[in-house]
């Protein structure tokens, strides 16, 4: 396996908060093509290290490359234009524009033509297309005159998944993409996350169980801020100090 399998790589990757380390020397690799789940108990920094790899937050210390450049320093509105581009945990949409209005706003950002939002309608018409066949892509056509502050929870989220294709990522990060869904959504969101990994590459933090087993390739386990464990679903549920650590617990 040669350095080019990896798109995303850290290496001591520390965050440290007032004297508490949140995030303490974790070094993780993700496979390119592949599904990779982050997962832990609550307070473990998944979320924290989701932070530092869009750079939202910064290192204390160590390093983070994507596609072999080291973009430790780099800016989060670069490190999304590099296509390393992170879906929030809390649905990010205007609620007051449709379906096809939202994709729209992203296409344009990624168009490099922001300000076209304030003008009229015919400038917009040219992401028209690209944007109806997002909404297909995500199972949303049905909902592109919709607004989605009308949108079912699930939908919403499935609305979110699309705006961040609309930016074209080679990798694509999701933040509890099921949280607060029924199972009815959850089952569709998993089917979605799997159509839209088939040419790139996904890293996601779920606290489902039944979610991660059914789509991650690999697997890391955190807590307390450090990689407890990585492998498959098969091979961590067989492993004593995840049971103790995670999976005993969830499973109790």
């Known amino acids: 396996m040669t350095a080019n399998d ?10 440290e908060f007032a004297g508490f380390v949140a995030v303490d020397n974790v070094n993780l690799r993700v496979r390119r093509g ?19 790899l869009t750079k939202f937050l910064i290192p204390s210390r160590g390093h983070i490359a994507f596609n072999g450049k080291d973009i430790t ?19 990010a949409v205007f609620p007051h524009l449709t379906g096809l ?4 706003v992203a296409l344009q ?36 005159e919709t607004t989605a502050l009308e949108m079912p929870y699930g939908r919403k989220r499935a609305l979110e998944i699309a705006t961040t294709l609309a930016l074209d990522p080679e990798m694509l990060l999701l933040d509890e993409p099921m949280a607060g869904m029924g199972h009815e ?27 991660v087993s059914d789509l991650s390739d690999a697997i890391t386990v955190l807590t307390r801020g450090r990689v407890l464990a990585e492998g ?21």
């Open 34 to 52: 592949t599904i990779h789940a982050l997962i832990g108990p609550n307070g473990a920094g998944k979320t924290t290290c989701f932070n530092l």
């Open 6 to 15: 990896y798109i995303l790589e850290t290496s001591g990757l520390t965050k």
């Open 109 to 144: 950002r990624r168009h490099g033509s922001s300000f076209d939002f304030w003008r009229s309608k015919s400038v917009l018409d040219v992401f028209n297309d690209r944007a109806r066949q997002l909404l297909d892509d995500v199972g949303l056509s049905d909902f592109a």
């Open 101 to 104: 209005e939202n994709v729209r």
């Open 185 to 211: 959504d959850i089952d569709k969101i998993a089917a979605l996350i799997k159509r839209v990994s088939a040419n790139r590459t996904i890293l996601m933090v779920e606290h489902n169980l039944n979610v």
């Open 232 to 252: 498959n679903y098969q091979e961590l549920t067989n492993d004593q100090r995840v049971k103790e650590a995670y999976l005993g617990a969830a499973h109790a």
């Open 73 to 91: 320093g780099t800016r989060p509105a670069d490190i999304a234009n590099l296509g390393l581009v992170r879906s929030f945990q809390i649905s």
